[in-house]
Protein backbone atom coordinates (compact mmCIF):
# COMPACT_ATOMS: atom_id res chain seq x y z
CA UNK A 1 0.00 0.00 0.00
CA UNK A 2 1.50 3.65 -0.67
CA UNK A 3 1.78 5.71 1.99
CA UNK A 4 -0.19 8.82 0.02
CA UNK A 5 -3.66 6.69 0.36
CA UNK A 6 -5.61 8.43 2.65
CA UNK A 7 -7.62 6.30 6.06
CA UNK A 8 -10.53 7.25 7.49
CA UNK A 9 -10.73 8.51 11.06
CA UNK A 10 -13.87 6.86 11.97
CA UNK A 11 -13.22 2.95 10.86
CA UNK A 12 -9.03 2.86 10.09
CA UNK A 13 -10.33 2.13 6.62
CA UNK A 14 -7.67 2.74 3.96
CA UNK A 15 -9.00 4.92 0.77
CA UNK A 16 -7.82 5.52 -2.05
CA UNK A 17 -5.68 8.80 -2.17
CA UNK A 18 -8.30 10.48 -4.64
CA UNK A 19 -11.02 9.47 -2.39
CA UNK A 20 -13.53 12.89 -1.20
CA UNK A 21 -15.20 10.17 1.39
CA UNK A 22 -14.70 6.44 2.71
CA UNK A 23 -15.82 4.18 0.69
CA UNK A 24 -17.15 1.85 3.99
CA UNK A 25 -18.84 4.15 6.27
CA UNK A 26 -18.73 7.70 4.22
CA UNK A 27 -17.42 9.75 6.84
CA UNK A 28 -15.78 12.28 5.19
CA UNK A 29 -13.11 12.51 8.04
CA UNK A 30 -9.72 11.07 5.94
CA UNK A 31 -6.60 11.78 6.73
CA UNK A 32 -2.71 10.99 5.35
CA UNK A 33 -1.27 10.89 8.89
CA UNK A 34 -1.25 6.91 9.65
CA UNK A 35 0.87 3.82 10.23
CA UNK A 36 0.78 -0.09 9.62
CA UNK A 37 -2.18 -1.38 8.16
CA UNK A 38 -3.95 -5.06 8.03
CA UNK A 39 -5.71 -6.91 5.19
CA UNK A 40 -8.43 -8.89 6.74
CA UNK A 41 -9.93 -10.95 4.17
CA UNK A 42 -12.55 -12.86 6.64
CA UNK A 43 -14.24 -10.50 9.16
CA UNK A 44 -15.93 -12.83 10.73
CA UNK A 45 -13.22 -15.38 11.22
CA UNK A 46 -10.40 -13.04 12.50
CA UNK A 47 -9.36 -12.09 15.87
CA UNK A 48 -7.93 -9.09 15.05
CA UNK A 49 -11.08 -8.11 12.79
CA UNK A 50 -12.62 -8.34 16.46
CA UNK A 51 -10.68 -6.35 18.32
CA UNK A 52 -10.75 -3.50 15.69
CA UNK A 53 -14.23 -3.84 15.47
CA UNK A 54 -14.15 -4.58 11.59
CA UNK A 55 -17.43 -5.93 9.96
CA UNK A 56 -16.21 -5.53 6.28
CA UNK A 57 -13.56 -7.33 4.13
CA UNK A 58 -10.65 -4.64 3.23
CA UNK A 59 -7.56 -2.76 4.04
CA UNK A 60 -7.37 -1.24 7.66
CA UNK A 61 -4.78 1.08 9.21
CA UNK A 62 -3.44 0.23 12.56
CA UNK A 63 -2.36 3.81 13.98
CA UNK A 64 -4.44 7.00 12.85
CA UNK A 65 -3.91 10.50 13.90
Known amino acids: MA ?3 LVCRECHRVNDAD ?3 CESCASSSLT ?3 AGYVVIA ?3 ES ?3 TE ?3 TEPGAYALKVR
Open 47 to 49: QIA
Open 19 to 21: AET
Open 42 to 44: HPQ
Open 3 to 5: SNR
Open 52 to 54: MQV
Open 32 to 34: EDW
